[in-house]
């Protein structure tokens, strides 16, 4: 099993940026996709941003694209998503996820992974 915690989460201005971590232990990262996912209050959870295995691909909701890039860091076993140019409207819990067999049409479901942490709260005021 992998187990995974999130930080870097917090309050930020409207335009303003945030790094977060998703930490594995248990098993290495890199062989598995990962997911950030969000959810906000009274939403369904959202796909974000995921990372195919093995430094794969990567794939993002159009409405992040050129402001969120999701990341690894083999050596710190961790996958991070540099959040700039942040809106009201990103505000969620940010979830991670992983699963080691995810083929590239199952990477943007969130039942598809098996593996998920315990969220940080981003909020973005205007």
């Known amino acids: 099993q992998v187990q995974l915690v999130e930080s870097g989460g917090g309050l930020v201005q409207a335009g303003g940026s945030l790094r977060l971590s998703c930490a594995a232990s248990g098993r290495t990262l890199n062989n598995y996709a990962v997911g950030w996912f969000r959810q906000a209050p009274g939403k369904e959870r959202e796909f974000v941003a995921a990372?195919?295995?093995?430094?794969?691909?990567?794939h993002y909701v159009d409405s992040v694209k050129g402001r969120f890039t999701i990341s690894r860091d083999n050596a710190k076993n961790t996958v991070y998503l540099q959040m700039n140019m942040l809106r009201p409207e990103d505000t969620a819990v940010y979830l991670c996820a992983a699963d080691s067999r995810l083929i590239r049409n199952e990477l943007r479901n969130a039942g598809a992974y098996d593996y998920w942490g315990q969220g940080t709260q981003v909020t973005v005021s205007s």
């Open positions: 990372s195919r295995r093995s430094g794969g691909t990567t």
